[in-house]
């Protein structure tokens, strides 16, 4: 050590050279350390909130809490952190509102742009939402990767003129659109990829919802034979009265031009991620519990889902906790008994996007992105988190997959917001509704 210093006093240019690499080797240490701690304040915490839990944390506590984060947006080079192994590239930016997410067989990738549209909101509430105050703009815009390197060389407005739309999906020639208060669907050629006609009514919805619970969703079973429709509550917890809550909290199953419509499953507060597990061929969901009960309860969850399941919304959660605001006032003729949910992903993390299976360069499991809370005193959600599947089923624990998104906890300050998650050939796209930006999540 000794001989080293004497060199570097004798030697100027050594001395110069040596202090350079020590001032590069501390930038980079001091990057490596942010990074690290970005990650241990966007980590998966709470781990008792998830999992296939027997019993949940019980608590008399019933205060509204709430904390609204405040969108940053992401400046220059920022972007969320993907778990080691991938890298992310923004794929689409200074957008507005880019919610849901559907890619073509041809490998045109659909957007759904809408916003909650709800008059007099406080401007705690606005500032969470996004970026920028704007109109619904109530349109799907389509992109086309040619190159397929995570960012879009064309940008169309694909349709307009729409009510808050959502879910989409292809089948036998048209194009379907799940606005908040109705199924429409347009005739389309794939040999043009063109709209060829004026849309087509199939069925009304009920719109609207209770906070953000507009969002209608679409899948398709594997042969194009069944629609699945996911419809939020009108209400928290049915305090509005249940007649106002028909054809809602529930999956509806139709045929593709309406006809046979019924409900599929119900007693699901806000079912809005959907797909089918490869192995199983068997339907999931994401879906957001109930507030009002604390920070810890009700999680919200990832279910499979079959033909008259029934998960308790609003009488009960989890299987058989009865919703204290039902006690003594649950139908007769409903059982003190609901399916308990498959796997519990965080009270209030807002989880909405969900895609599920293995591709190239991915796991198999469930991709769940959430969108964040504001009804819990501190920020929770606000990732993309990855839950390994074994044999149809979830194993283990939740892995942060996308995570970066929280600025300053403490603050509530936030970059963006993740919705839909989606699988491309190449890549996995995540909407960042709030920051108005699209990313792709690359294997290195």
Known sequence: MRNLQSYIL???LLKLCTYAVLVVLGFSSCFNTNQENNEKLDSVANLDEFGDLEDLHQSSESRNSTKFAKILGWKNDEKPIATNGYRVVKFAKDLNSPRNIYIGKNGDIFVAQARTEKENQNAKILNSQ???????PNQILRFRD???DGIAETQEVFLDNLHQPYGMLLIDNYFYVANTDAIIRYPYDPVTEKITGAAQHIIDLPAGGYNNHWTRNLISNHEGSKIYVSVGSGSNVGENGMDKEVNRAAIL???PDGTQQKIFASGLRNPVGMAFEGYSQTLWTVVNERD??????????LTSVQDKDFYGWPYLYWGHYVDPRWEGKIPHSLSLQARKPDYAIGSHTGSLGLALGQRKGFKNGAYIGQHGSWNRSELVGYKVIFIEFENGKPVGEPQNFLSGFIADKN????YGRPVAVAFTDNYILVTDDAANTIWAVIPE
Request: aromatic fraction near 10%.
């Open 10 to 12: 004798t030697y100027p």
């Open 411 to 414: 603050a509530g300050e936030v």
């Open 146 to 148: 040619k190159d397929k």
């Open 292 to 301: 009002e009960l604390g920070d810890k309860l009700v999680p919200d969850y």
């Open 130 to 136: 996004n970026l920028f105050r704007s109109q619904s």
């Open 253 to 255: 199953e139709m045929n």
